[in-house]
């Protein structure tokens, strides 16, 4: 009995101190040569990593990223996305003008157009699943926005899923654009986007790049984030995923993110830290 006790509390102190290395790593600004202990078994147990580095992380979560999974990363729960925190310190306003993005020297540095969802009224909390169809007939808003995907680990994304999910996603900040109006009657193929990376095109596409679409990865994101004892709240913000592909940048570069019909949003890559 104590024995198993104690394993448990070994177990739970690994993942702690994975948790302690990224927090660390990121409030410093600096770089993490490799994973920092033993990448968890399963998603389950990575977003155990991930709730106890937020629980550390001096900042209110004020929405999720989502990030899709390809079909042989994905583990026995079947999931084909994963949710990172997006804070209230990392979430800015597009202004019309460039916007500074703070990229993990060292690490990992990427930018990706998103369109953003906020929701305007609670989930109902004991809704562990969720269609398309009824994610969308939530009161919500959409907007244009574009992640900063970046991590002190620069192989986060080779390393796969549970190593994402372990370090806040992969997110290191939000941009908000404006509100894409009336998007409820908006089919995903009036939504495209395009990336350029210092005046060359990187990424075209828009919503029909989001596996199953926009409301697939909204959904998703409802589900999961019930499922882990998080439901979303009237006022979460939700990220579907990138739009035209994952962008690497560098600091000193300047990323456009063109929303057709909706506007630009211009940022350059500063140093994290
Ligand atoms: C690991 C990150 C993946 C994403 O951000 C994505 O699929 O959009």
Known sequence: MSNEHGKQDLQDQGLGEIARHFVSARQHGQSLPDFPGNIPGDLVTAYQVQDQAIALWDDQVVGWKVGYIAAERR?????????GPIFSRQLWNATGGTLEIPVFVGGFGAVEAEYVIQLQEDAPAHKLHWTPEE????????FIGVEVASSPLATIN???PRVVVSDFGNNNGLVLGPEIPDWTTLDDADLRAET?????VVGT???TLLP????????FALGRSAQRGRPLKAGDLIASGNATGIHDIAVGQEALIRFVGYGDITCKAIAAG
């Open 205 to 207: 596409g828009g919503a």
């Open 158 to 160: 080779k390393l796969g």
């Open 75 to 83: 583990d026995g729960s079947g999931d084909d996305r994963l949710l």
């Open 212 to 219: 199953g679409g926009l409301r697939t990865a909204y959904a």
């Open 135 to 142: 994610a969308e007939a939530l009161a919500a808003k959409l």
């Open 196 to 200: 350029r990376i210092e005046g060359v």
